[in-house]
């Protein structure tokens, strides 16, 4: 057996690197490392509050918006008010915008290049493949920044910029928007859905969000030559829709009152969402601690010397359980038939975690453009919210790549603990204490890895669109 | 020419940024002007063995490159080992490969206020993660490559700061030396490009009418001006962000929320809340770049006196509830 470390593993967001035990050609073991550290959660701790909303979104620049979604839903909790209609709706409109976006900029400049690797020169699909998606230089790269662009205009309009707004508060959003901006938002829409319709779907948006079963999916990729069809001839070809069944739960939050909140596994029912089942573990991180403690009582205290240990993610755990993560997860918790019908042969895998986003992007964009009329012109969007001197409050949202929570208690009107966690610490988790290794790691047992083997790895591994810094928080 | 990035401690949102890049995209605007990535770890296709040779090869002279541009803060501890960031598959501090790789760099750029001053990272008490700039740590020069430090373009580190930074300071800097060169006469007192920060945030705000008659927001989505009450920098801060549209049309301010100042070193340290405005006797503690207080504070009074209806109403409301008024017979 041979012990390979694999890094830096790049087309992800910040670092990763993967240390694999291969036995004859396969992986037997895998330890997923998050090399590095950032400490956010003692950056908070001291300040004021409301300082959440200016600290927590520079965890992530590709999910910025996410982070300051869930510390406004905590700190709305904590003051005890609703944000009004058009605050709520605007808020969820910048987030769309934002989970979709990444949703794209994975498959357009993170996932799909690993295709156009030399490695897959004899494949029928690889010429066609690689003229659109080669880094930085395939045809397709180009639209895509220019669709990317003109939808973070939305954000432009309705949070100032992105990433890194202030605009997501405790009692709504800091922007009023008039007729004239709703009118110019509604055009950025409908020049995204021409983007996606033309370049990444070829058909309908309802038309693809409609198809009801696996069969179906791949009778209308073989009728179009649109870059969701290029992706699924490929995968089909290399079996991907076989490989990087991960720990067959799926946690969702719930989103955008569009998705519900739950836990699913196959062959069972959808439970129902309980916070108080979530435990954080640390026995493999580099951090003190000894019985995995609920996030409300948390901490991250550096143990950077610990025996035994291989990462900076904590393993959190529901109900003891290892979960999984992100669109596939939101979709399968939602009942969606065609993901459903994608997992029921080989569980989770790297063809149902592409077309969950795809689906999604199919879902999430007509509802925005509902979101968006729903606006009222005149009527507030932000409500006083003052914060009270002490108390505790959660605030849980969906991040493009999952679930993502955030844990506070204020004391004295300062910050007493806050603890994040976020998709990718569920989805990159390390082993617990009984030894279980987290989702990635189990994903990648099996899988072709040394010498002379095809990027299939990297499939699985960019198939969970990782967000490192998050992780690492 | 040539452009070699890596990341540490930071949250990638400067990359995100450039990836927005208008009107242009990032890559063909680039190219037009000759600039290409050697390896940057979001964007390019080598990764694991072949992206490690491609470093080496640059930090021991095999491969010429000319920019090194580091995104995110530099995490030296704990206790100096840089432990909290080794580069993934390679066993060593990113510190070591940003000190090698910047001896062969010509120049060397940060990218965010985090690589520039420390920014976050740098700002725990105590600072366990022993962060700081490529060189300064917050506004002391200094930093992982010293005060001493030029590289063999012979320039000291070229601060893009800002938290982000725009995809136009970067492209625009970058464009600037592939086409024109650029020199110390190009950069301001802490090494920020004059092309941006030789403005301030106020400059082009559109809330400058309510700023000229001191008619202030009170609360969140006001449209009134926020440097009384909601802590707004922007006539303090160096950058071009309201004159340089963000995301086709934003800004902070446009936004409806306050300039924090992220061009500037230690702005995630202010030593107040960050939404609220510290005063002395109901006079904000910072006033405006080169205004001396008792001017403001004559200036101020009199701006308040005779502040039209109009804008005093709309100051403290989300939307106009005032119109300008239209002369009759369009006079």
Not at chain 1, 13 to 39: H, K, M, T
Not at chain 1, 55 to 77: H, K, W
Not at chain 2, 7 to 23: A, R
């Amino acid at each position: 057996m041979k012990r390979i470390q694999v890094g830096p593993f790049n087309r992800v967001e910040g670092d990763l690197e993967i240390g694999l035990d291969v036995d004859a050609g396969r992986v037997v073991a895998a330890r997923v490392n998050s090399p590095l550290f950032r400490g956010f959660e003692q950056i908070l701790v001291g300040r004021h509050p409301a300082d959440a909303l200016a600290v927590v979104p520079r965890i992530c620049g590709i999910c910025s918006v996410a982070q300051s979604a869930a510390a406004a839903n905590a700190l709305s909790r904590l003051a005890g008010v609703t944000p009004p209609p058009n605050g709520e709706l605007a808020g969820r409109l910048v987030l769309a915008a934002e989970n979709l976006a990444d949703h794209l900029t994975h498959f357009y400049l993170f996932f799909m290049p690993d295709f156009c690797r030399p490695a897959y020169g004899d494949r029928p699909w690889h010429a066609a493949t690689a003229e659109r998606f080669t880094a930085q230089t395939g045809s397709a790269v180009a639209p895509w920044l220019q669709a990317r662009a003109r939808l973070f205009n939305l954000a432009g309009f309705l949070a100032g910029r992105w990433p890194h707004t202030l605009a997501l508060q405790a009692g709504g959003s800091t922007k009023a928007i008039g007729a004239g901006e709703r009118i110019r938002i509604q055009a950025l829409l409908r020049e995204f859905r021409a983007f996606v319709e033309g370049r990444l779907l070829g058909d309908r948006l309802e038309a693809f969000a409609a198809l009801p079963d696996a069969d179906a999916l791949h009778a209308w990729a073989a009728s179009r030559s649109s870059d969701a069809a290029l992706f699924l001839r490929a995968a089909t070809d290399l079996g991907l829709d076989a490989i990087g069944r991960g720990s067959e739960r799926f946690l969702s939050y719930g989103a955008y009152e569009l998705f519900p909140a739950g836990v699913w596994q196959p062959g069972g029912e959808t439970s129902a969402l309980d916070t108080g089942r979530i435990a954080e573990d640390v026995s493999h991180a580099w951090l003190y601690g000894d019985a995995p403690l609920p996030p409300a009582e948390g901490e991250t205290r550096v143990a950077a010397d610990k025996a035994g240990a291989y990462t900076w993610c904590k393993a959190p755990r529901y109900a003891s359980e290892v979960v999984e993560t992100g669109a596939l997860a939101r979709q399968l918790v939602a009942g969606q038939p065609l993901l459903h019908s994608l997992v029921a042969r080989h569980g989770g895998n790297v063809v149902a975690r592409i077309v969950a986003r795809l689906i999604e992007v199919a879902r999430v964009l007509p509802a925005m453009e509902d979101w968006l009329r729903a606006i009222e012109p005149g009527a507030p969007f932000c409500l006083p919210a003052p914060l009270p001197d002490s108390g505790h409050a959660v605030g849980l949202v969906e991040a493009a790549r999952g679930s993502l929570g955030h844990w506070l208690s204020v004391k004295r009107g300062r910050i007493e603990r806050y603890q994040i966690i976020a998709p990718t610490t569920w989805n990159f988790s390390p082993r617990d204490a009984a030894g279980t290794p987290g989702a990635l790691e189990q994903a990648l047992v099996g899988l072709p890895a040394g010498d002379g083997a095809p990027p299939t790895v990297q499939h699985v591994v960019r198939s969970f669109d990782p967000c490192m810094v998050c992780t690492v928080h | 020419m040539k452009v070699l990035w890596l990341q540490s401690g930071g949250c990638g949102g400067c990359t995100q940024s450039l990836l927005c890049h208008e009107p242009r995209p990032l890559f063909d605007e680039l190219r037009g002007a000759g600039i290409e990535f050697v390896w940057h770890p979001a964007l390019s296709e080598a990764s694991g063995e072949e992206a490690l040779a491609i470093l080496d090869d640059c930090a021991s002279g095999r491969r010429e490159f000319d920019v090194l541009c580091i995104e995110g803060a530099m995490l030296r501890g704990p206790n100096g080992s840089g432990k909290f960031h080794l580069m993934a598959g390679s066993g060593r501090p990113l510190t070591e490969w940003v000190q090698r790789l910047a001896e062969r760099a010509k120049w060397v750029f940060a990218i965010g206020s985090c690589s520039a001053w420390g920014g976050f990272s740098a700002n725990t008490p105590g600072n366990p993660l022993e962060a700081c700039g490529l060189q300064y740590d917050t506004d002391t020069p200094g930093g992982l490559l010293g005060k001493a430090f030029r590289s063999s373009g012979g320039l000291p580190v070229v601060n893009l700061a800002g938290c982000p930074t725009h995809p136009g300071w970067i492209v625009d800097t970058l464009e600037k030396l592939a086409l024109e060169g650029l020199s110390a006469a190009d950069l301001d007192e802490v090494g920020r490009p004059l092309l941006y920060a030789e403005q301030l945030v106020h400059h082009g705000c559109p809330r400058n009418e309510f700023y000229e008659f001191k008619a202030s927001a009170e609360k969140h989505s006001d449209l009134g001006c926020m440097m009384e009450n909601l802590g707004c920098k922007g006539t303090q801060a160096h950058a071009d962000c309201n004159t340089r549209p963000w995301n086709g049309v934003g800004s902070c301010l446009k936004g409806g929320y306050a300039c924090i100042a992220c061009t500037e070193p230690g702005f995630e340290s202010p030593g107040h809340a960050f939404q609220e405005t510290p005063k002395l006797a109901g006079i904000p503690v910072g006033l405006p770049t080169d205004m001396p207080k008792a001017w403001f504070v004559a200036l101020a009074a009199l701006s308040k006196s005779a502040t039209p209806k109009r804008v005093r109403d709309n100051a403290v409301v989300d939307h106009t509830v005032v119109r300008p008024s239209v002369k009759k017979g369009g006079k």
